[in-house]
């Protein structure tokens, strides 16, 4: 075989060996689906995926000018601006206690990180039912009633937006635990010697040390955290759909995106053109935002 | 992490056999995933033993105790073919639709519908032929959504409908009578209001859902006219929905139940002293209350206004992808045409439903006396069916309206009109898609 | 040289300082641990305990009958859900680690001069929302007549960009040294890879491991599509049964739903240290 297909020391070769596997199966079921939405989304696909009917970009004005669509990207990025600092902070706070433990370190970081083994389906039945149950033996209202409170129908509000708390409150539980691990992690690489010479230079222990050392040390592991975080946000569906939707459909609020395009193309009015034009849109925003993001970060130009 | 760029030098590009060695990669991934079979149960669709087609059959979950066990001896009992019943928990309408599209799907289904884009995409077959000796013996309400150019594409199962449960007791003590009208109704759930009971119960999210339509027939109008126009587009809506605000504002709506409407236990245990569910809960509530509690239609609302309740059935389809239509078919008729006593078992067994068979319901001695004898009449006199006509989007678009009136205190009227063009856009694609072909 | 009233002072403060943290940790671990203590609550008492309107803290009597009423019910095949959940979650780690690490080697150490054509197509799937794609996934899966087997349920979600995006900056960093050692052995890629790489990268296969098979434990769109025959379901999706039928029954989904989460957090308890020192090892930020 000419080596200049295989490569100096067969190192093409072996890398189709290592990589090919994976490839393949990346192909054949992620990028024919998404060609395949791609395709669907220019044609008139009601209630078929192999429609003949081809509309050009119809799809397209249709669902940027259906308002139910663009508010739901209003809605998402509401979500999203609250969730991921509440997230990161909360994470961080976390970290930096559990850190600073000298009794029963691995107890709390136990007892933070377990919530990550809960599926969305469990928790929303825990907070729907019990925690945030709209009636007087929920766990919430009861608290409210001590305190001489009327109960409050915590899902089924929109003036105030008490839904938010509940959609809010569920996210922070399941995953603070994990980026707090992630945290603790980094905090464990910052060397030791930046304490003890801010310590001679007379900084005090607290805020002063966090602000000059801890977090600026912290930077790379804030990047990664932040953007696990927002590709997370990207993918919310799970605890909406539990919490929220009723065997007769969704409620016009506290619905993001790929609630709506659930309910569009995978619904009884099965329109696969207009979800997936939907979707294209939505995928050309997630990119643009993580473009946007990494060069905000300054990620892209040079390895760390 | 980063998105950064590998740090190895690359070397400087040549040709490579890569499309070669995806290949025998593709090679190597399909041998692996054949070797991890393990097929877990279903028979593929394919022929049974002595040449009998094997046909799967689709349930959304009832929640009725003993559903799934009759449903299941009913088929055991077909010797043209083997069924094997499918119960499936979870959002059956997407499951389906989803189903439809593939192989891999149902047979022979149950479906709130099927819908017109489900008719008009060939999804689901012509079971005219399996119905004709009997058709006129199908409550006329209820086979008309499933009726489409005098054909029909769905075979009714049972009737349901859903009405407005009161508690007897609690209203005599607090001096109210049973409402007549929307007025009175907004009044009433207000005096029954207390601390610790609230005075309505129309699902989680304060009626949208449940109610749809309803509060427009009970206005005198209608959601599709009979030349397929809008049927809506008038005051009255706006102000029945206006009233169903006030329910809300005056905190008179229970919210955040554990089970939502289609579940008595709201009523049962206490927290609401009316309830809008359906006529399937009735034992429910009987066992639970005995003799206190009384039905009524969602009352009249306005000076044109007449009570109104919805009805509608689920109907058994059978797929235009089934490898076997005909004995699909065959079965389907077998069921739910000859099989008149499981469909009486099934109707009365278990939930309360009204059979789909006026001369079945007249049998049925449970529907004779008493709150179900009161049921029977409501839907019969004031029973309203969701049009063929009325597409998901519509009922999409309406029930959001609902929604943002009832919780958000809305303007009816504007948002009514969103919703009147939305449908009318709505209806005139159906329509030109049903001129052309 | 600083007074001793100032020094006590001091002292005082870092000591106020202590126990205000331990108060306010303390606290928050209560609220963790508040959903977990409702689910065994939920699970533990009968129904018109649960439902009763005072709020009682601990059930009157625990019903630890609701457990075998749950393994008890006929429409609800529990057990076997269990036990395909964990064939599904096992077979699905592995296969991944499998194919993801592989794949992390070859972008991140064999020289090739499409590489990063490749790594951007992996990375690019990281922003595709999964229900973007569901509609012509499933069609592809019943296609191939995958529908209810477990290879339908398996194999679709094999390939994860995150993994093979985690193994691949781990690997960037993984000692050259090692390798070149293991050349001088006389080692090609495949054997180096399998005798010195994966031996020394046990902290990353921990971290993927673990996250992976909690995704798949829990994943419940897919399962619930796929799995459609009753011997197919998971454990996500017999719970959904009790959350979507008509009549709730409160302290059975209660028991359901912490059955359904008692592997993982026995998986949590047993093996949190390496679970941890994975994450923390593995190079995933």
Known sequence: ????????????????????????????????????????????????????????????????????????????????????????????????????????????????????????????????????????????????????????????????????????????????????????????????????????????????????????????????????????????????????????????????????????????????????????????????VTVVQARWFGLGRKEE | MTTSEPTEPIPAPTFSRRRLFTLGAGAALTAALAACGSNTGRGSGSSGGHGAPVLSQWYHQYGEAGTEQAVKRY??????????????????????????????????????????????????????????????????????????????????????????????????????????????????????????????FLGNDGGAGVLGGTPLFAAGLELVTADGRVGFDDPAAAAALAGLHTLYANKSLLLGAPADWADPSAFTQGLTAMQWTGLWAMPQIKKALGDDFGVLPFPAAGNHGRPAVPVGAYATAVSARSKHVDAAKAYAKWLWVDRTDDQQDFALSYGFHIPARVSLAKKAAKLRTGPAADAVGFATDHGHASPLLWTPKSQTALQDALTRIIQGGADPSAQLKSVVSTVGSELSRVLKKSGKG | MRKN???????????????????????????????????????????????????????????????????????????????????????????????????????????????????????????????????????????????????????????????????????????????????????GHWRTYWRVVVPNSRPVFAAVGAIVFIGSWNAFLWPLVIGQDQQAWTVQVALATFTTAQVVNLHELFVAAAVSILPLVVVFVVLQRYIVAGVERSGID
């Open chain 1, 1 to 288: 075989m000419p080596s200049r297909l295989l490569g100096p020391q067969n190192r093409y070769l072996w890398f189709w060996v290592f990589t090919g596997p994976f490839v393949v199966g990346l192909g054949v079921f992620v990028y024919v689906p998404l060609l395949w939405s791609l395709a669907l989304s220019f044609f008139d696909a009601r209630n078929t995926v192999t429609p003949t009917h081809f509309v050009g970009l119809s799809n397209y004005t249709s669902v940027l000018g259906d308002s139910a669509f663009t508010s739901s990207l209003a809605t998402f990025a509401v979500f999203c601006l609250f969730i991921v600092p509440a997230t990161y902070a909360l994470s961080l706070a976390l970290a930096l206690m559990v850190n600073r433990l000298r009794l029963a370190r691995a107890f709390f970081r136990s007892v933070f990180f377990l919530p990550t083994a809960c599926s969305y389906v469990v928790a929303s039945v825990i907070w729907k039912l019990s925690l945030f149950n709209g009636v007087r033996f929920g766990l919430a209202n009861t608290v409210l009633r001590w305190f001489g409170q009327d109960p409050v129908a915590w899902l089924s509000t929109s003036h105030p937006p008490w839904y938010w708390l509940v959609i809010v409150t569920v996210r922070l539980w399941l995953q603070a635990g994990f980026y707090m691990v992630l945290i603790l992690a980094g905090l464990q690489r910052i060397p030791r010697a930046l304490y003890e010479a801010a310590a001679v230079d007379g900084a005090r222990p607290g805020w002063q040390v966090f602000r000059h050392i801890t977090f600026p040390q912290l930077r790379a592991t804030s990047v990664a955290v932040v953007l696990l975080l927002v590709i997370n946000a990207f993918q919310a569906f799970d605890e909406f759909y539990n919490l929220l939707s009723t065997a007769r459909g969704y409620p016009p609020y506290a619905r993001p995106p790929l609630v709506y395009l659930y309910y569009v193309a995978l619904g009884q009015g099965q329109d696969l053109g207009i979800g997936s034009a939907g979707a294209v849109v939505l995928a050309l925003i997630i990119a643009l």
């Open chain 2, 75 to 200: 088929a055991a009992a077909y010797t043209e073919a083997r069924v094997s019943v499918q119960w499936r928990p979870g959002d059956y309408d997407r499951q389906t639709a989803a189903a439809l599209l593939t192989d891999a799907g149902p047979d022979v289904f149950e479906v709130n519908g099927p819908t017109l884009d489900q008719i008009q995409g060939h999804q689901v077959v012509d079971l005219t032929h399996e119905i004709a000796a009997v058709r006129p013996d199908f409550n006329a309400a209820v086979l008309a959504p499933k009726t489409y150019r005098g054909k029909v594409y769905g075979i009714p199962q049972t009737i349901d409908m859903q009405m407005l449960y009161y508690r007897k007791s609690l209203l005599t003590a607090a001096g109210v009578r049973p409402p007549r009208t929307l007025h009175e109704l907004v009044d009433a759930a207000h005096r029954l209001t207390t601390r610790n009971v609230k005075g309505l």
């Open chain 3, 5 to 187: 009233g100032e020094a006590t002072i001091q002292d005082a403060h870092v000591r106020l300082g202590r126990a205000l943290r331990a108060v306010i940790i303390g606290a928050l671990a209560v609220l963790f641990l508040v959903p977990f203590y409702l689910l065994v609550r939920g699970g533990l008492s009968s129904e018109s305990d649960l439902t009763s309107p005072g709020w009682t803290f601990f059930p009157r009597t625990l019903r630890w009958s609701n457990v075998r009423e749950l393994f008890d019910d006929p429409s609800v095949p529990m057990l076997h859900a269990l036990w395909n959940s964990t064939q599904i979650a096992v077979l699905t780690t592995l296969g991944t680690l499998l194919l993801a690490s592989l794949a992390g080697y070859g972008l991140a150490r064999i020289p090739y001069p499409y590489a990063n054509h490749v790594f951007y197509a992996i990375l690019g799937t990281l922003m595709i929302p999964s229900a973007v794609t569901f509609v012509p996934s499933f069609v592809l899966v019943s296609t191939l007549g995958w529908i209810s087997t477990l290879r339908g349920l398996i194999v679709p979600t094999l390939f994860s960009g995150f993994a093979a995006f985690v193994f691949r900056q781990y690997f960037l960093g993984f000692p050259k040294e090692l390798e070149d050692a293991a050349r001088v052995d006389g080692l």
